[in-house]
């Protein structure tokens, strides 16, 4: 159920065995409309293209946000309608939770592939049966430097040596910039110069994965 490597059926992909120096950047969660603009200037300002796991129900109380983060060239995954854990759910449930979010996507004008990222990263067997009998491909990550633990504020440069101290080339890494997030949405763009430093390039998850 846990597992980021591995699930019962269907394609899973974790991070890819490459020599090559790239990664993938992906924002889970959001998009809201506090926020939107801090993300795509630090990404704009960098020229480098992420990967958006975003919910349909936060989309919708957030309206116009998906259409620039598709104006913005970057590329939009599923994080299901309303971050629901897929365990013990029905086909049926699954549907629900997958297909208004894939219909805001494309409403969006996004036109490319859309992967699935489990919330939690939480999948027991129905989900994904349903995601391989409609030939989806589950995305999770091999990077996450975020604490939500409940402690003392963690800091930008935290996040960010964390995420340094794990990737490697074929990295997916995981943040969450949303809600007022501003020590990620910081610690990302120290990520990027840093990467940028050691010779990696950064690519969309679904150029990563081919």
Do not use: C
């Amino acid at each position: 159920m846990n597992s980021r490597t591995a699930q019962v059926a269907g394609r899973l992909v974790d991070r890819v065995e490459t020599a090559e120096k790239v990664v993938a950047l992906t924002f889970d969660d959001g998009p809201t409309a506090a926020d939107t603009d801090a993300i795509l200037w630090l990404l704009a300002q960098r020229g480098v293209p992420a990967t958006f796991y975003v919910n349909g129900g936060v989309a919708a109380a957030n309206p116009g946000q998906l259409e620039r983060l598709v104006a913005a060239g970057h590329e939009l995954g599923n994080h299901t309608q309303d971050h629901k854990r897929l365990i013990f759910v029905t086909p049926d449930g699954v549907a629900a939770q997958v297909e208004p979010t894939d219909a805001a996507i494309r409403a969006a004008g996004y036109d490319g592939p859309i992967t699935f990222r489990p919330p939690n990263a939480k999948k027991l067997v129905v989900a994904p049966v349903w995601l391989a009998q409609h030939d989806r491909t589950t995305v999770m990550w091999d990077v996450e430097a975020e604490d939500f633990g409940g402690g003392p504020p963690q800091p930008a440069s935290d996040i960010a040596e964390r995420v340094l101290a794990q990737v490697r080339p074929g990295s997916i890494v995981l943040l969450h910039p949303w809600n007022g997030r501003a020590a990620t949405q910081e610690a990302t763009g120290e990520v990027i110069d840093e990467l940028r430093r050691r010779g990696y390039r950064f690519v969309t998850v679904s150029e990563l994965i081919g």
